[in-house]
Nanobody, 122 residues
């Protein structure tokens, strides 16, 4: 499965961006992660059950929203009220489900990763 992220860019604080991730094959379990310079990669929004339940990092709750279009094999991350601390490379991840559970923010359980898209907020 190949994942291709898009939609990143440079914006002012308070503005919005929508990231997209195109998958070559349908995957139930998917998530968004980010890595800022000098920091470890962290979970932003991810599905943690095959029923579609989604978890969000505390730092983005109420501002970011995860969605998907299964027919198009796309997932999205709507990012509103962006802050400078949201500046990072954003990655899409997929795979790794077990039974009714998806990896959520457990990064090592994902099978596939995209190359990332840069988001810069000033």
């Amino acid at each position: 499965v190949q994942l291709v992220e898009s939609g990143g860019g440079s914006v002012q604080a308070g503005e919005s961006l929508r990231l997209s991730c195109a998958a070559s094959g349908y995957q139930v379990c998917m998530g968004w992660f980010r890595q800022a310079p000098g920091k470890e990669r962290e979970g932003v929004a991810a599905i943690y059950s095959t029923g579609g339940a989604t978890e969000y990092a505390d730092s983005v709750k109420g501002r970011f929203s995860f969605s998907r279009d299964n027919a198009k094999k796309m997932v999205y991350l709507q990012m509103n009220s962006l802050k400078p601390e949201d500046t990072a490379m954003y990655y899409c991840a997929a795979g790794g489900g077990r039974g009714f559970a998806c990896p959520g923010f457990t990064q090592h359980e994902y099978n596939y990763w995209g190359q990332g898209t840069q988001v810069t907020v000033s």
